[in-house]
């Protein structure tokens, strides 16, 4: 079978697992890619062409690679089988909606849209075309988590009866943030602690132990103000930025199963104990699911 020919929008010019704004195609995307025989990289796309082109002379990606400036441009190049999105989440409906309405099959970064309207539309227009699609939760094929659901599926601790979840990331101290990424600080970008963290999370959790008949939460910003950071000077640009998300959320309540939930997600300047501890409860026995760093 010929291998799935893939353009990629978002990919910059930059090592892959250097984890900053920009890089997360070269971190997480590119590689998977080149190291299998099942997928071609053939096109890329930024908002240039001669961005593009950087980037695929930075990875040696080679001649045949074609640069575009314009999600139009890839999704309508008819060498492209597959459109993999990886940019900041405010613009992912402008440049996925091209590609479907190409026909193309479509890889997304979570989340896929930045409110629910985009991500909707963007739903139907695949739906109505009949193409295949992934939105990008990795945490449910982490293979540690995959270990878990068969652990739970297979009846290890009997019935599950209740669930609870403490996370608490280790971005930094809580009051500071990066000066390039300030759009992580506004819940209206779609792309934040809620909407990103969180959620990942979330997907994994549901994922394992079904998903939620009702639920309750309570947000929460402890941290109103940040100070932004310019990374390549160590320097604070700006002593007081507000911050409009939230960086404490609650969720609680009983999933479909029958058994109680609890996900608690919070900030702090002084972890204890792990950044992630998960306990899955059930009638004959626990699971106890944690994450260092």
Do not use: C
């Not at 507000?242 to 919070?266: E, T």
Request: glycine share 8%; proline share 5%; net charge negative.
């Amino acid at each position: 079978m010929a291998p799935i020919r893939v353009g990629i929008i978002g990919l910059g010019a930059k090592e892959a697992g250097l984890l900053s704004v920009g890089s997360w195609a070269a971190s997480a995307l590119l590689p998977s890619f080149l190291n299998s025989p099942h997928y071609e990289v053939v096109a890329v796309s930024n908002s240039s062409v001669a961005s593009s082109q950087r980037s695929i002379d930075f990875h040696k990606l080679g001649p045949n690679v074609k640069a575009y400036g314009s999600p139009e441009d890839i999704a309508n190049d008819p060498n492209v089988d597959l459109v993999a999105v990886s940019i900041n989440v405010g613009h992912h409906y402008v440049v996925t909606k091209p590609a479907l309405l190409a026909k193309k099959q479509v890889f997304v970064e979570w989340p896929l849209g930045a409110n629910t309207v985009e991500a909707e539309e963007l739903t139907k227009l695949a739906r109505d075309a009949n193409l295949k699609t992934i939105i990008g939760t990795q945490f449910i094929s982490d293979p540690a988590l995959v270990k878990l659901k068969e652990l739970v599926a297979s009846g290890a601790i009997g019935k599950v009866t209740s669930s609870e979840a403490q996370l608490a990331p280790t971005f930094g101290p809580p009051d500071v943030w990066g000066a390039d990424a300030t759009y992580y600080l506004d819940l209206k970008t779609g792309g934040n602690e809620f909407h990103i963290a969180l959620a990942h999370f979330l997907a994994g959790f549901v994922d394992v132990l079904g998903d939620f008949a009702t639920v309750k939460a309570s947000f929460a910003t402890q941290y109103p103000t940040v100070k932004l950071l310019d990374h390549s000077t160590g320097k604070i640009v700006n002593p007081s930025f507000p911050r409009k998300a939230p960086d404490h959320m609650f969720v609680q309540g009983v999933l479909n199963s029958g058994a109680l939930a609890s996900v608690n997600y919070r900030r702090t300047t002084d972890i204890v104990g792990k950044t992630t501890r998960w306990i899955i409860t059930g009638t004959e026995g626990e699971i106890e699911f944690t994450i260092d760093g």
